[in-house]
């Protein structure tokens, strides 16, 4: 994951030069990822800030967006069910697969509780 971060940042600093590219909403769908996985919420919260109009109304981020909420809010059903699509855009399922033990074990150990 520390590879995947630099690669991130590094990307976020060419876009922020102007450089265009057209894998922008991929990768951002995978910076959101990575920064609920990280629990990173403030940086989350400052990413979503800077994102367009058009970036925020694309399908493919606000199908993550919701999956990013299913994991914020702890519903492990809508974040299994979200896993079971075929929908899901680029290679966030791979990316997705980093969730599964913390969340089996969170949802396992929340199940127990109640």
Not at 55 to 63: A, E, F, G, H, S
Not at 96 to 108: H, V, W
Request: hydrophobic share 40%; charged share 20%; proline share 2%.
């Amino acid at each position: 994951m520390n590879e995947f971060n630099r690669c991130q940042t590094q990307l976020r600093e060419l876009y922020g030069q102007g450089i265009h590219s057209d894998c922008i909403i991929e990768f951002t769908c995978y910076q959101l990822l990575y920064c609920v996985f990280a629990q990173q919420h403030i940086d989350t919260n400052t990413f979503l800030k800077i994102l367009t109009k058009e970036q925020l109304q694309n399908y493919d981020i606000r199908l993550v967006l919701k999956i990013c909420s299913a994991i914020r809010l702890e519903d492990y059903p809508a974040f299994f069910a979200f896993y079971e699509r075929e929908d899901i855009p680029y290679e966030c399922k791979h990316f997705m697969t980093q969730f599964f033990k913390r969340l089996r074990i969170t949802a396992l150990f929340s199940l127990f509780n109640t």
